[in-house]
């Protein structure tokens, strides 16, 4: 949930730019994993959200008491807390000590904070539920004031003098607003226009119409909400839905059935958080609602394409816990960070328990925004309820939770990750096939290969695998990824010409271990890698199929995935080594072609399409290129 943005990419993008199938691994670099020493300790409670104002911190919650690091002097602080972002000194001044619980806390102008929640008085004035603070003595603003808000306050968003405001309410300043309405930001007096419509509940009858959370993208045009609702300005939206404010916060043409599908009985909306990616490109949605089934929404988190075009959109990626709520979330160009008081990711087979591939992350994960597999990041919290909010500026992570340890160290409820923590690098398949690598007589041989013609062979020194005993191979980022007729996967680091040694990659294996993975390795008949995924043929199947795979973790999907079936003339069944290079995937066959046609990408996954021609055979270059292990490989100079 972001309260303030991380240094934008592009704040020009529209609702989706040339880049809307965001599955490209470009590297990044994560937070740490040990906490900035010198924050406050809040005593009780939970934060519910921060806010970063200049140089200030700020916090709300349901808390009444804090104390400076290396302090025993508790101060007493109700609902609101202020600190200095570098030193971590509470404000000494900055009390204005609401009477009921802070929901949201959001940046204003000129020094000052929007508060929302469920209190009646703050800074010794009367202010219903919404209030803006002056950071400076923690007075209230006297002219905002938007009257009586006759339901709770759960989200805000400032955007060019309107403040968004969400929630459970059905009137502001005596105006009729169900659950979302825009004010003046200067004076808080309710605006006519943009009206928005939001109707019903997710489960008919059940709870109150409800907007519980927000987010504006980095220009913004365009607001994502999500809540107890089934309309949005008359069409249907089921608990997700995105206006576009320079329309008149008409809804988009985005839509997805994906959050209409029930979860356990005891939610009627279980949608917990939203957040834009900074590029504006994607948006990602949290939520609690007991276990369900690999493809379910429960206690998920799920990417969608932000593409307005797509009128039925289904998640890119689907990260699931296997049963525990996700509270939080905030995306940055290197990361998607979740926290809440989930035990387990890569865990869609388990239910309230430890399925195939689970790997631990508790309290706190950070997801690749190419495929939600966490990276190898893991510092753990004590986990209680949860995470109120996330917060990412340039200086780290700020947590806000209801718990006391970060990475076994005692941190109260507000804790800093710095910035520059692991970097990772960015990977992909090459552009072009310059130079194709294929088993031949148990060594391995490469050749130059441009359009349709190919240069002599070289054998490449020994050293390497057991050719024999291998089903597939690819090369990524320097390293030689290869999957054993024995339902083994390794990598070694290969330059063309010499071999590393090997190593396990196992990341999904340590909890339960990944056992369909093993045997479909054991049964390939040709893989690759592009884009958070490994693609792979299996013998007699009639599909291409794929996997989820995260390099940096060494952790691969636990579910199989299908990208496509027979498509134009790529034939999965009756293909034997496959690659990608560029727009084009290339495979060859029983009779030692090698074929090409395109490969065009989806928001869930690329697939082949159009015809199929041949590039190399013996009728074309004079090689037989098959059948037998092919890859894409680094080009070795003359003499290498």
């Not at 007493?76 to 900055?94: C, E, H, N, S, V």
Request: proline share 6%.
């Amino acid at each position: 949930m972001r309260r303030t943005l991380v240094a934008v990419l592009c704040c020009l993008l529209a609702w989706a730019g040339p880049e809307a199938f965001a599955t490209t691994d470009r590297g990044g670099t994560l937070v740490g994993e040990d906490p900035v020493a010198g924050t406050p300790h809040v005593l009780d409670g939970e934060v519910l959200s921060v806010a970063q104002v200049g140089g200030t911190i700020v916090l709300g919650g349901t808390f009444t008491r804090a104390r400076n690091d290396g302090s025993a002097t508790e101060l007493p602080r109700r609902g609101l807390l202020a600190f200095d972002a570098a030193t971590g000194q509470i404000d000494p001044l900055f009390h204005p000590d609401p009477d009921g619980p802070v929901n949201v806390v959001v940046a204003g102008p000129a020094g000052t904070v929007y508060v929302g929640g469920e209190f009646s008085r703050i800074g010794d004035q009367p202010r219903l539920r919404l209030a803006r603070v002056a950071l400076a003595g923690g007075t209230v603003v006297p002219r905002f004031d938007a009257g009586a808000v006759n339901g709770e306050v759960r989200d805000l968003r400032l955007r060019r003098g309107k403040l968004w405001v969400a929630g459970q309410f059905t009137r502001i300043g005596g105006r009729r607003h169900r659950a979302l309405a825009a004010l003046s930001a200067r004076t808080g007096a309710a605006r006519r226009s943009p009206e928005v419509k939001v109707r019903g509940q997710a489960r008919k009858g059940l709870g109150r119409t409800t907007v519980a959370q927000v987010d504006l993208n980095a220009n913004g045009r365009f607001l994502a909400l999500i809540g107890n609702f089934r309309s949005v300005q008359g069409e249907r939206r089921v608990q997700l839905a995105v206006l576009d404010l320079r329309r008149g916060a008409a809804v988009t043409s985005f839509r997805t059935r994906f959050y209409a599908a029930p979860c356990s009985d005891l939610y009627y909306s279980y949608v917990r958080d939203v957040a834009f990616a900074p590029s504006g490109s994607y948006l990602v949605v949290a939520t609690s609602g007991g276990p369900g089934l690999p493809g379910s929404p429960c206690d998920t988190v799920a990417r969608f394409e932000t593409r307005g075009t797509d009128r039925a959109a289904r998640p890119s990626w689907i990260a699931s816990t296997g049963g525990d709520t996700v509270q939080a979330v905030e995306v940055t160009p290197s990361a998607v960070y979740v926290g809440g008081h989930q035990r387990w990711f890569n865990n869609s087979f388990g239910v309230n328990s430890t399925g195939p591939g689970a790997v631990a992350r508790q309290g706190l994960a950070a997801l690749s925004p190419v495929n939600g597999l966490p990276f190898r990041w893991n510092p753990g919290r004590s986990r209680g309820v949860g995470v109120g909010d996330l917060l990412a500026t340039d200086r780290g992570l700020w947590i806000g939770s209801d718990t006391d340890r970060i990475n076994g160290q005692l941190r109260s409820r507000i804790a800093l990750l710095p910035a520059g923590g692991a970097s990772y690098p960015a990977v992909g398949p090459p552009r072009r096939p310059s130079t194709i690598y294929r088993v031949q007589g148990g060594d391995l041989v490469r050749r130059t290969h441009r359009g349709s013609r190919s240069g002599p062979a070289t054998t490449v020194p020994g050293g390497g695998p057991d050719w024999a005993g291998v089903a597939g191979a690819f090369v990524l980022g320097g390293q030689l990824y290869v999957a054993g007729r024995d339902g083994s996967f390794t990598r070694r680091a290969f330059d063309g010409t010499s071999y590393g040694p090997p190593e396990p990659v196992d990341g999904a294996d340590g909890l339960v271990p990944l056992l369909d993975w093993r045997a479909e390795l054991a049964a390939t008949t040709g893989m690759f890698y592009d884009r958070g995924r490994i693609y792979f043929t299996l013998a007699g199947s009639r599909r291409l199929h794929y996997r989820y795979f995260n390099p940096e973790s060494g952790i691969v999907g636990a579910v199989r995935l299908v990208a496509s079936r027979k498509a134009g003339g790529f034939a999965p069944r009756k293909a034997r080594g496959i690659f990608v290079a560029g727009k084009h995937l290339y495979w060859t066959t029983a009779s030692g072609r090698l074929r090409r046609t395109g490969w065009s990408q989806t928001a869930q996954a690329a697939r082949p399409d159009g015809e199929a021609t041949d590039v190399g055979g013996p009728l074309v270059d004079g090689v037989r290129w098959g059948p037998g292990v092919v890859f894409a490989g680094p080009t070795v100079r003359r003499g290498g």
